[in-house]
């Protein structure tokens, strides 16, 4: 038989047509097909659509053109008209002078009353032939491929805030899942992580498909930093160097998809970031997501990345350039996609934070049907103050306030690397280090004269035992955690409200974005 290849609905059209002498591809109802280059198309069952003209099985053949100077072309499958018919013997049949009986019966299996079978083979015409002469239109027909990926897609994505990268991603991961079991998860954007609480950089494996917002379903990742912050701006070496040691924990025998999440900082210093994270990590795709006619930043292109400055790399010099010219040595490449979205979302980050902490300790309430359990109702464990060490990610707190600043507050489970040894009284680390972490607790009481610390945390007990620091960071606990306590009369504990914020340095400096300035708005 003459040589032949079979491609399912499934997989991509990536067969070049002049290697073969024909290529059968199976298609479902309404499944489109888009293509570049050039064919003869023949409707070998059902029927399919290009271009508003039908084709039904048993017509003659038609030329297709799809040139790199125009859209490309798109085959849509039809299915059948209104009659009985025995599918999978009348395909058989069909398909006996095209496969072999091996590639036939491992189509006809696929077959459905409304599947379609297409048939492609090459095309050449003088007017083809005659293009391709030119040196400028040699690849009018036969696009070059981009590169080949040796193991799975690494894909990076990027994009202002609000913009849609989330549900982008999720969308993907799902679409992943359909064709795979497991999809690595390499979370990059501290403000609105998708598996975890705000403030972690972790990596997962993601084998469920996502039908929600990610508080609906925040799992424990295979590997987790807890930074701390849901900004990087203050220590961009330590979030830089946290990504590049998860990655080095995945397995890179490891032949699964990986999709890595990004912050939506993309100007400055964050537009730096991106540009380091395409050169440390292998991408095969980086797909830039933007909003509006303006653009938010530059297009992160091979080309332009030989050429950008980033926060720890540096593009080569012209020298440099010119000795790997002459060596031969391709520049880094990838596949770079722009998404543009129709509109932006409202989206606002706090809210989401916020309903990601309270997905996260919701993993404290029974799995039986009943009332809810307050916090201050749950049974802590009780933690020796000498067996775990405590520090602070964000800035420099005093020994003696330590306890005042991480009573009541959302810790991070963390295991360093050295050993805990305390001379009787706590720990207190000097200088906070990223480390990995387990996942996160309540610190909801101290007990100075036993030495005892009570946490709260969903963590299971054989995990807890390799815990050996707890760290504070700027994610704070959601305030109603704290003000809707059933159960208490009068004043809550952890709550007060003899408070002044008008002292220098007694609260943090938020600002609202959203307010008009009362210039603006007439007021005088």
Same mark, same amino acid.
């Given at each position: ?45 059902g029927?399919?659509?290009?271009m ?5 099985e048993?017509?003659?053949s038609?030329p297709?053109?799809?040139p790199?100077?125009?859209?490309p072309?798109t085959?849509?499958?039809l ?7 025995? $599918? ?14 091996? @590639?036939r ?8 009353p409304?599947?379609?079978i297409?048939?492609l083979?090459p095309?050449?015409?003088p ?5 391709s ?17 040796? %193991? ?5 994505v990027? %994009?202002?805030?609000?913009v849609?990268?989330?549900t ?5 991961i ?12 390499l979370? %990059?954007?501290l403000g ?34 807890y930074y ?6 203050? $220590? ?5 160097e946290?990504?590049?040691?998860l990655?080095?924990?995945r ?29 440390f ?19 992160l292109?091979? $080309?332009?990345l030989?050429?950008a400055?980033?926060?720890q ?20 490449t990838?596949?770079h ?15 989401q934070?916020?309903?990601s ?7 404290l309430?029974? $799995? ?10 749950l ?8 067996a ?14 330590m ?9 991070g489970l963390?295991?360093l690397a050295?050993?805990v040894?305390s ?6 680390? @000097?200088?906070?280090?990223?480390? +990995? ?5 309540v ?28 760290l ?5 606990? +959601? ?6 306590q059933?159960?208490?009369?009068g004043?809550?504990p952890?709550?007060t409200?003899?408070?002044s914020?008008?002292?220098?340095g ?13 210039s ?5």
């Amino acid at each position: 038989r003459c040589q032949t290849s079979v491609l399912e609905s499934h997989c991509p059209l990536d067969v070049q047509l002049k290697q073969l002498l024909y290529l059968s591809i199976l298609l479902t109802f309404l499944q489109t097909l888009c293509f570049r280059g050039k064919c003869i198309v023949t409707c070998l069952y059902g029927r399919v659509e290009v271009m508003g003209f039908t084709i039904d099985e048993g017509q003659k053949s038609y030329p297709l053109f799809s040139p790199a100077s125009h859209c490309p072309l798109t085959l849509r499958a039809l299915g059948h008209t209104d009659y009985v018919r025995d $599918d999978r013997t009348e395909a058989s049949n069909i398909l006996e002078d095209y496969l072999s009986a091996a @590639s036939r019966k491992k189509l006809v299996k696929k077959v459905t009353p409304t599947s379609s079978i297409i048939l492609l083979e090459p095309l050449e015409t003088p007017l083809t032939h005659f293009l391709s002469s030119f040196t400028h239109l040699s690849e009018l027909f036969s696009p070059p491929v981009v590169r080949d990926i040796d %193991g799975c897609a690494v894909i990076l994505v990027c %994009g202002v805030k609000n913009v849609g990268k989330s549900t982008f991603i999720r969308i993907l991961i799902n679409t992943l899942l359909n064709h795979t079991s497991n999809v690595d998860y390499l979370e %990059g954007d501290l403000g609105q992580t998708e598996f975890t609480p705000p403030g972690c950089l972790s990596l997962s494996t993601v084998k469920e498909p996502l039908l929600g917002p990610p508080f609906t379903h925040q799992v424990t990742p295979d590997h987790m930093i807890y930074y701390g912050q849901s900004s990087c701006e203050t $220590d961009l070496d330590g979030y830089l160097e946290s990504l590049k040691s998860l990655w080095r924990r995945r397995p890179q025998s490891r032949e699964i998809p990986v999709i890595i999440n990004t912050m939506g900082w993309v100007k400055g210093l964050g537009f730096q970031l991106l540009v380091d994270l395409i050169r440390f990590l292998p991408v095969t795709h980086v797909v830039q997501l933007s909003h509006g006619v303006s653009t938010q930043c530059s297009s992160l292109t091979p $080309d332009f990345l030989r050429m950008a400055q980033g926060y720890q790399t540096h593009p080569p010099s012209q020298t440099a350039l010119d000795e790997l010219t002459e060596r031969h040595c391709p520049p880094k490449t990838y596949t770079h996609l722009n998404v543009q979205s129709e509109f932006r979302g409202v989206a606002r980050q706090g809210t989401q934070r916020e309903l990601s902490l309270l997905g996260y300790l919701s993993q404290l309430q029974s $799995d039986d049907p009943g009332p809810i359990r307050p916090l201050h109702t749950l049974t802590p464990y009780q933690v020796p103050s000498t067996a775990v060490a405590l520090g602070v990610i964000h800035c420099e707190v005093a020994p003696s306030h330590m306890f005042y600043a991480i009573n009541a507050s959302l810790v991070g489970l963390c295991c360093l690397a050295e050993k805990v040894t305390s001379k009787g009284g706590p720990v207190i680390l @000097s200088q906070a280090t990223l480390c +990995p972490c387990v996942g996160f607790g309540v610190l909801r009481g101290i007990d100075t004269a036993r030495g005892l610390y009570f946490l709260l945390t969903p963590v299971d007990p054989s995990v807890l035992r390799n815990v050996n620091c707890l760290l504070l960071g700027t994610i704070s606990l +959601p305030s109603c955690i704290l003000t809707e306590q059933p159960g208490f009369e009068g004043e809550m504990p952890y709550v007060t409200a003899d408070y002044s914020f008008d002292l220098t340095g007694a609260g943090k400096i938020r600002v609202f974005k959203g307010l008009m300035r009362p210039s603006l708005m007439g007021v005088k």
